[in-house]
Nanobody, 126 residues
Framework: QVQLVESGGGLVLAGGSLRLSCAAS????????MGWFRQAPGKEREFVAA????????YYADSVKGRFTISRDNAKNTVYLQMNSLKPEDTADYYC???????????????????WGQGTQVTVSS
């Protein structure tokens, strides 16, 4: 129903910025809540940020609050993650995910999400 493709990852210096994009295809995109997760080598996939289908509510992990901003442009079927003041600890593969519209939602729980992108790598060097 929904296909997600992340882009925008790369190599940056600490303190730099990147904007990740998640392009979605599917008729029901605008009805999906969206999240960003990340996974560093040897670690579990962790919640980063989420946004409701309307864009009216956003959620952030404490580790990125104040530095990262999630947004969406439903007309473009795209979700963004603006990452500022990047730290080496932000190095990970970043995944976008879609939560179906028919159930309650706990944004940080990866099990809540029905669709996942393939990931885009972010490396922050010190």
């Amino acid at each position: 129903q929904v296909q997600l493709v992340e882009s925008g990852g790369g190599l940056v210096l600490a303190g730099g910025s990147l904007r990740l994009s998640c392009a979605a295809s599917g008729r029901t995109f605008t009805s999906y809540d969206m999240g960003w997760f990340r996974q560093a080598p040897g670690k579990e996939r962790e919640f980063v940020a989420a946004i409701t289908w309307s864009g009216g509510n956003t959620y952030y992990a404490d580790s990125v609050k104040g530095r990262f901003t999630i947004s969406r442009d439903n007309a473009k079927n795209t979700v963004y993650l603006q990452m500022n003041s990047l730290k080496p600890e932000d190095t990970a593969d970043y995944y976008c995910a879609a939560h179906g519209p028919s159930s309650s939602w706990a944004p940080p729980d990866r099990n809540e999400y029905d669709y996942w992108g393939q990931g885009t790598q972010v490396t922050v060097s010190s």
